[in-house]
């Protein structure tokens, strides 16, 4: 049997705290001390975007230790600054990329359901 994953990580509160981390974290490549409560695995980033610019960011999302939110897993997801002067076309354009990107979520929210099934990992 394989051990789980486990990641350290520096908080201001607690000093150094130990928790699994689930096969679909993309790591914590540059920690910096918070608050336990804080601490979040993240799944790697799913860009949506429209003429190269980007418009949402999907990624898994898990506070184990949380205390005001859920402690589940979830999909994070992140509205950009996207602006931008359009003319028919292009408008048609950008709707074109928000139906691709509403399918993108839609498979997304498919894994998500895939991890949740599975439980724990």
Same mark, same amino acid.
């Given at each position: ?58 990624? #898994? ?6 205390? !005001? ?5 979830? &999909?994070? /997801?992140?509205?950009? @600054? ?15 990329? #928000? ?6 979520? !839609? ?5 998500? &359901?895939? /991890?949740?099934?599975? @439980?724990?990992?």
């Amino acid at each position: 049997m394989t051990e789980p994953r486990t990641v350290t990580l520096p908080t201001d509160d607690h000093g150094d705290v130990t928790l699994p981390e689930p096969a679909w974290c993309a790591g914590h490549p540059d920690p910096h001390p918070e608050y336990r409560t804080d601490l979040t695995h993240y799944g790697p980033e799913h860009r949506l975007t429209f003429n190269g610019q980007q418009l949402y960011t999907l990624m #898994l999302s898990q506070s184990p230790l949380a205390e !005001r939110t859920s402690r589940e897993v979830c &999909a994070y /997801v992140e509205q950009s @600054g996207y602006a931008g002067s359009l003319d028919p076309v292009g408008l048609y354009d950008l709707a074109a990329a #928000l139906d691709g990107a509403a399918d993108q979520m !839609r498979a997304f929210a498919d894994q998500l &359901a895939a /991890v949740l099934a599975r @439980g724990a990992e």
